[in-house]
């Protein structure tokens, strides 16, 4: 689900319990001065020297700019800024580059110069979401409590259940937090709700849970007005902005399947009469861009409500124009078979991954999509092959 | 102008009787789907649910029920295949199995 985008990934097996002097596995970083074994680099973690560390932030976290003492140990201290590594890294991740392991080792992070009385944030240790948070926290003293969720956002893992209880309440007695605060609450972003059970981790751990605001540019308002909440900060939105920066994970993900298509194209245009051509490639390029970018950016405008409707009608209008165009410029244009073909084939795509959409929107029920693709499905997949099967007919003879 | 998706398909269910109006609901909804109504919570906007289950999960006398999943078509196009339960688990998760554990 998404917005937040789900960057998901297989669960993994995770550490268990007190975890904080174990960090997950990107060892090759965390411990530089000791010989790493390449094959199985966790049996290793109980031997790892933890002294007084509290969370090893490994060496290559530029984002560390300090260390808070306390009670227990030194705590790490991050930048409430980004620079342009974490910039570059994020459209990255954003274009799928890395995205499955950008993750910050989990544990407890300080803000400013933070005591004894200062909040706890609890976060993911999705480095996309932790960027989001600590850019907004700029001229505040808390604490910020890293989940170990796997390098998922909140939301997901959530959902997921590795945002939840049990890695919750091993994080925090783990951390020993109760030894570094006097105060005994957390703040948990509200969209990790799905995943936690307040009172359980109430009851667990001794921390009674706060949900705080969905955006973590509402933090700052939030903690200034003793924690007071207003609806629009409980409330999840779906900007044009939020939908647009979730466009290019969906165009990489066609690359695959569309490098296959061009290659079948490639090797028909051996024996078919007709070499299939620029139209046709334009054709198909275009509806896989109004499935995964024009449709999300103008998905309230359009009419209807399955995602896989307003991306056949999109389609539906963009191949009609390609249609007019081809009579246009070819003198023979297209055949009426290649014409149905075309009208059968296209849209039929662009709905397709309008449909797969649903699944970054934060909108979208289960049932719901469910009841999407009883119809979308079936209609789809006869409507591909159909329009398939006459565009090659009419390339044949 | 507001996303809305279908209307009347969504599983959620909330038994008055045993609400005793503490809030949790109306707090963790990122949908305002609840509201609070003579001292109990009742059910403003239902189509608006996307059955995350944050409400139900967070109901100290379960009295909301929910049929939660994820509301994504290519993870239940591939539960279809696999027969597992459709869970977010978007592709190209197998790369990152270079670090261990």
């Known amino acids: ?397 | 102008m507001k996303n809305r998706y279908f209307k009347n398909v969504v599983s959620l269910k909330l038994d008055k009787s045993r609400c005793v109006g503490c809030r949790s609901c109306l707090e963790v909804c990122p949908h305002r789907v609840f509201e609070l109504f003579e001292g109990q919570s009742r059910i403003r906007d239902k189509d608006a649910c996307m059955e995350c289950g944050a409400c139900a999960m967070n109901c100290p006398t379960d009295a909301i029920t929910v049929k939660t999943g994820v509301g994504c078509a290519s993870a239940i196009l591939k539960s279809i295949f696999t027969g597992a339960e459709p869970s977010c688990e978007c592709d190209n998760s197998h790369e990152s199995d270079s670090s261990c554990c």
Not at chain 1, 20 to 44: F, G, L
Not at chain 1, 190 to 214: D, N, T, W
Not at chain 1, 301 to 315: E, M, N, Q, S, Y
Not at chain 1, 347 to 366: K, L, Q
Request: hydrophobic fraction near 45%; aromatic fraction near 8%; charged fraction near 15%.
């Open chain 1, 1 to 397: 689900m998404d917005n937040q985008n789900c960057s998901c990934t297989n669960e993994k097996k995770r550490p268990t319990a007190e975890t904080t002097e174990n960090p997950d596995c990107s060892c090759r970083e965390n411990q530089p001065d000791q010989v790493i074994n390449a094959v199985s680099c966790c049996q290793m973690l109980p031997t790892q020297p933890s002294g007084n560390t509290v969370t090893r932030a490994g060496r290559n976290a530029h984002w560390i700019i300090g260390e808070i003492d306390t009670p227990i140990g030194i705590v790490p201290v991050i930048a409430p800024s980004l620079n342009k590594k974490d910039i570059l890294d994020g459209w990255k991740v954003r274009w799928g580059i890395n995205r499955m392991n950008y993750k910050i080792n989990p544990g407890l992070y300080g803000m400013g110069s933070p005591d004894q009385d200062s909040p706890i944030l609890v976060s993911c240790n999705y480095k996309l979401s932790f960027d989001a948070l600590r850019k907004e926290l700029t001229g505040l003293n808390v604490w910020i409590l890293v989940i170990d969720t796997n390098g998922i956002n909140v939301w997901c893992a959530a959902g997921k259940g590795s945002f939840g209880i049990k890695e919750i309440v091993a994080r925090l007695i783990g951390t020993r937090l109760k030894e570094i605060v006097s105060h005994r609450k957390i703040i948990l972003p509200q969209l990790g709700a799905s995943g936690v059970k307040a009172q359980a981790v109430f009851k667990e751990s001794g921390f009674r849970v706060i949900y705080g605001p969905i955006r973590a540019r509402d933090i700052k308002a939030f903690l200034e007005a003793d924690m007071m909440i207003s609806d629009s900060m409980r409330t999840v939105s779906f900007t044009l902005y939020d939908r647009l920066v979730l466009t290019p994970i969906e165009l990489v993900g066609t690359i695959k399947q569309s490098l296959m298509i061009f290659g079948v194209l490639l090797l028909l245009n051996f024996v078919v009469k007709e070499p299939f051509g620029l139209i046709d490639v334009g054709a198909y390029v275009g509806a896989v861009l109004t499935g995964c970018v024009l449709t999300p950016v103008l998905l309230p405008v359009i009419p209807g409500r399955a995602f896989a409707f307003k991306g056949w009608l999109l389609g539906l209008m963009g191949t009609l124009a390609i249609i007019a165009f081809s009579h246009q410029t070819i003198s023979s244009g297209i055949s009426l078979v290649g014409l149905f073909g075309y009208l059968l084939i296209f849209p039929a795509i662009a709905a397709y991954y309008a449909m797969n959409f649903t699944g970054s929107s934060t909108f979208t029920s289960h049932s719901g999509v469910q009841k999407e693709m009883r119809v979308a499905v079936p209609g789809l997949l006869f409507s591909i092959g159909a329009g398939g099967l006459l565009l090659l007919i009419s390339h044949l003879f």
